[in-house]
């Protein structure tokens, strides 16, 4: 009946989904930080450390700390005048009878 039609179909889709796969596995390239190995099959050199210390360490620490504790004093206020959280409510539940 009509599956030859069919077939010359999917045979096309097929090829052309083949020959678009080929010319985009050959614009790939592999960045330098990838490769592992020279073509002969040797290491290659281990990169460079930059070492920060203590200084690197403190310079990422504190700005840090200083953001996200000026970020929660913000949130705690807002959360305060729009009175979806008062701490003054939370301490009533404590009924000493």
């Given at each position: 009946m009509h599956f030859p039609v069919v077939?010359?179909?999917?045979?096309?889709?097929?090829?052309?989904?083949?020959?678009?796969?080929?010319?985009?596995s050959q614009k790939i390239t592999v960045h330098k930080r990838f490769v592992t190995h020279?073509?002969?099959?040797?290491?290659?050199?281990?990169?460079d450390r930059t070492p920060f210390g203590l200084f690197g360490l403190v310079c990422a620490v504190v700005p840090g700390l200083l953001i996200g504790a000026t970020i929660s004093?913000?949130?705690?206020?807002?959360?305060?005048e729009n009175e979806l959280f008062v701490p003054s409510d939370d301490d009533d539940d404590d009924d000493d009878d």
């Amino acid at each position: 009946m009509h599956f030859p039609v069919v077939r010359a179909i999917r045979y096309a889709i097929l090829n052309k989904s083949h020959s678009l796969v080929k010319e985009a596995s050959q614009k790939i390239t592999v960045h330098k930080r990838f490769v592992t190995h020279t073509p002969s099959g040797g290491f290659c050199p281990e990169p460079d450390r930059t070492p920060f210390g203590l200084f690197g360490l403190v310079c990422a620490v504190v700005p840090g700390l200083l953001i996200g504790a000026t970020i929660s004093k913000y949130m705690a206020n807002f959360l305060e005048e729009n009175e979806l959280f008062v701490p003054s409510d939370d301490d009533d539940d404590d009924d000493d009878d």
